[in-house]
């Protein structure tokens, strides 16, 4: 198959960046997208060009480092990852654009690699559990619901790809951390945490520079692991009831400059 | 993580009165969107009651001008009525154009190709229909509220001495133009309240399995209902169904 590509190239965080068109000849249509990539890449290597720099790791869809906006979407026409599309989804002959991510929140490195790192410091700010120290607890001490094991595991399926900060409008990263919200509160493990973390992803989220949600579900359509929407309206009332049950303590005390709940 | 430890330093200060730390969930960009749609439920509940009041206009020009009559008669809570209503405008229009603007701000350098999925019409144009609506209220006002676009007419009064609302909106729907403005009005407040009403209902955390396609299809149904109670009234006066 043969396809021309118009890629976005940027040197760096500060070049402009403009659209490159390539043609590709002889590719088969079992590659995957990325495997297509590593063709161009050849060709430009042997012509002595600088290659395209973009992000994969598992190549099967588990890992979320595959990024890219192919013709307008995120990971392309079909909602799986970039790594597990191939090249037999488009007609032969096909022009294909590819851009990086766009979003404040996820500045460009070079050529379609972004940087994700905001995701990270939302998660430092409340997406984690306390646990004991000391020897294993037992496998079934704490017993969870059937139901509320599934919900909990069709949040946790999220792989932090950023696909839907990517396509929404806004650059909301809410369907993330409402996955990474609604994960945790619906464990008893989440629950120590549970009023603070609402309050301090929202806060983290907002401080990255992300926007915020039109609900125009435009997230849940290219989300590869078929996120919900619901989650965002479970999102809602975490942090509502997080508002609500703004502890007042028994005695003033001075605050934490480390809480980033307040 | 530098400016971020600078902030949370600044509003540490802060820290001890729930009050201002209770304001501060409020300003983030999730306790704005629960502002907005409250705000934006409370409108929307007055104008199905505006709506609904109108309807009387079927019921010729004594039960309209008695309507009229009988909210003019309690200032008090006509104007309480009026400065609340202000007041939720006011604040619907402060915080969505900040978040309007703090969206535009997340995205500075857009796609070169885009396509959208899933979004409807309504959900994309919500800024626009808000700024359209604005400039429609603003005309509403000033057209049948004031009365400054035809000050003769809307001072007339009916054969009982109450202000002939009735006979001022016959003749205002005698005009072409006044219908189109009208109808382009209704257009916009259809398309702001398909959106809104069903996402309103979202941000305030409302879902369920069984009833997520009622609470979808709800903003477009009241939106329907309310477009279609007010064309009727502009179309009925414009056709001659209903006259002086
Ligand atoms: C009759 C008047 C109006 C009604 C009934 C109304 C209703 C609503 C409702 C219920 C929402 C909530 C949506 C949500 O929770 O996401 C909303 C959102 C919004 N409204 Fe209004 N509104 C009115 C007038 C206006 C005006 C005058 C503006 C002017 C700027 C405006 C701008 C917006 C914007 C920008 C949003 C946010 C949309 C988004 O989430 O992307 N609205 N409106
Ligand atoms: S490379 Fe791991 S998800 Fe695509």
Known sequence: MTFTLKIWRQNGPADKGRLVTYQVRDISPSMSFIEMLDVVNQQLTLKGEEPLAFEYDCREGICGSCSLVIDGVPHGPDRGTVCQLYM??????????????RAKAFPIIKDLVV????????????????????????????????????????????????ACVAACKNASAMLFVAAKVSHLALLPQGQPER???????????????????????????????????????????????????????????????????? | MEPSGVQVKKAARFDSLPMIR?????????????????????????????????????????????YAAFL?????????????????VGLHIGL???????????????????????????????????????????FHLVHLTAGWLDPEFHNRVDLRGQRDVFGNIVHAFQNPLLVAIYLAGQAVLGLHLSHALSS????????????DRLFRGAGPLVALLVV???VAIILAIAFGLVHA
């Not at chain 1, 037999?88 to 991510?101: K, L, Q, S, V, Y």
């Not at chain 1, 929202?202 to 359509?221: I, K, L, P, T």
């Open chain 1, 115 to 162: 940087d994700r790192s905001a995701f990270d410091r939302i998660m430092q700010a409340g997406g984690y559990i306390s646990v004991n120290t000391g020897g294993a607890v037992d496998g079934n001490v704490l017993l969870i619901g059937k139901d509320q094991a599934e919900t909990a595991m069709d949040a946790a399926s999220c792989i932090s790809c950023g």
């Open chain 2, 228 to 230: 279609v109670g007010n």
């Open chain 1, 88 to 101: 037999r989804r488009f007609p032969d002959g096909a022009t294909i654009t590819i851009e990086p991510w």
């Open chain 2, 22 to 66: 209770f304001f501060g969930h409020i300003l983030t960009s999730l306790g704005s969107k629960v502002l907005i749609a409250l705000s934006g439920l409370g409108l929307a509940g007055f104008v199905v009651f505006h709506m609904l009041g109108n309807l009387q206009v079927f019921e010729g020009q004594d039960a309209l001008n008695a």
């Open chain 2, 72 to 88: 003019r008669d309690m200032p008090m809570a006509l104007w309480s009525a009026r400065v609340a209503l202000l007041a939720i």
């Open chain 2, 96 to 138: 969505s154009v900040r978040l309007a603007i703090q969206n535009r701000r997340a995205r500075p350098a857009g796609y070169v190709v885009h396509h959208y999925r899933r979004a409807s019409l309504a959900s994309r144009t919500m800024a626009l229909t808000g700024s359209l609506l604005v400039l429609f209220i603003v």
């Open chain 2, 200 to 211: 309103s209902l979202q941000t305030l955390g409302l879902e369920h399995p069984m009833l």
């Open chain 1, 195 to 262: 009023t603070k973390r609402a309050k301090a992803m929202v806060a983290a989220m907002d401080r990255e520079g992300f926007g915020s949600c039109g609900n125009q579900y435009e997230c849940e359509a290219v989300c590869p692991k078929s996120i919900s929407v619901r989650f965002i309206a479970k999102l809602n009332r975490e942090f509502l009831r997080a508002t609500i049950e703004e502890p007042s303590p028994l005695a003033e005390q001075p605050a934490d400059p480390h809480d980033e709940s307040h």
